[in-house]
């Protein structure tokens, strides 16, 4: 019997919630946050690279806010939405220069194969037994040595920029398993917009890990 009556579950709020209904505030938080993205992005994609910087910097921001407003579910919520239109704002140029090289096509495949990749990810982890939390030490470890190699390679060049790509999704793809697990296992405490932050991230990096892999396959001739 679930010790925690419906009046004392937040909809937002801390995860006490039972998984499905945890998962489909996440969903819903997630999708409501990639829908004003996407539209930022369009709008956005004629803006300079220094726009898009400082837009990112400020979205930073945004986003520490998320877990400093985690007792007020409704201003949380309002940061996470600023959040993803900063982010929107950041990418909007990026993206129209994949589009601008290689077509639309390609934006349309990597977020095609990012959704289609996100919903595989997380039957993974609810159809499983494994405990998939017990890799978050591993994958905040290669997170870091991503970051790091990232950082060591954007002033020496060491490192191919496709390389590099393949290794942001695997490193992310092993994050949304941990972060799915948590989501499986009710959250550990923390609140579904929270959740819904981390899980945006992952299919953030992702979404740009694939496109530059896709818009690397192609023949540019």
């Known amino acids: 019997m679930n010790r925690f009556s419906p009046q004392q579950q937040p909809r937002f709020g801390v995860a006490t919630v039972s998984t499905p209904a945890l998962l489909g505030q996440v969903l819903g938080i997630t999708g409501a946050g990639f829908l004003v993205t996407a539209i930022t992005a369009y709008f956005s ?80 982890v609810y159809l499983t037994s494994f405990d998939y939390r017990k890799l978050s030490g591993i994958a905040f470890g290669a997170l870091i ?37 948590r989501i499986r296992a009710g959250g550990g405490g923390q609140t579904a917009i929270e959740l819904a932050t981390s899980i945006y991230l992952d299919s953030i990096n992702i979404f740009l890990a694939l496109l530059s892999i896709f818009s690397g396959n192609r023949d540019r001739r």
Request: glycine share 12%.
């Open 45 to 124: 994609q004629g803006f300079p690279y220094g726009a898009s910087l400082i837009a990112m910097l400020v979205g930073f921001g945004f986003l520490f806010a998320i877990s400093g407003t985690r007792a007020n579910p409704g201003i949380s919520m309002l940061m996470f939405y600023a959040f993803t239109a900063c982010e929107g704002i950041g990418i909007g140029p990026v993206i129209a220069n994949y589009a601008r090289l290689d077509g639309s096509g390609v934006v349309v495949d990597a977020a095609a194969t990012t959704g289609m990749g996100m919903l595989t990810l997380a039957a993974v």
């Open 145 to 181: 040595a991503l970051l790091l190699v990232g950082l060591v390679s954007a002033f020496t060049h060491f490192l191919h920029p496709q390389v590099y790509s393949w290794l942001t999704l695997a490193v992310f793809t092993l994050l949304v398993l941990v972060d799915f697990g």
